[in-house]
């Protein structure tokens, strides 16, 4: 009775396993939205930069978490895999991919905030110059 009890347990835990990490598969690149994408194209001035780069920060830093969470899930995996019976290699091999994936989607997310950043930097440089150039010709 206890076997029987035992089995129905792991395959219910299985499946709950299984459900939470096939659920979130990502691509890997930085997470887009139609109006992240929109702002970006329209940007023009240093705030609206800034406020694009934090947001690709905040996404960098929203994929580092999921990196973490998915490294303990394999730990566990590999340490209790015979918790896991036939599925233990399956799990760990679709956790080292999510990680993988997560890994390149932070990196390309702060890659982009880099990016932002360094344009509304050249922004704040081109206006500190034009303001100066302006001073100096009425000042003439």
Known sequence: MKTKFGNALAALSM???????????VAAQPIDTPEIRAAAQNAATRGDHESIAKYYENSATQMQAKVTEQKELLEQYENKSYLYGRQAQDLQSHTSALIRDY????????????????????????????????????GL
Request: glycine content about 2%; aromatic content about 0%; charged content about 15%.
């Open 103 to 138: 890994e390149k989607s932070a990196e390309a997310s702060t890659q982009v905030a880099t990016l932002h950043r360094q344009m509304a930097a050249r922004l704040n440089q081109n206006h500190a110059a034009s303001t100066q150039l302006r001073k100096s010709a009425t």
């Open 15 to 25: 499946m709950g396993v299984l459900v939470s990490t096939s659920s979130s598969v």
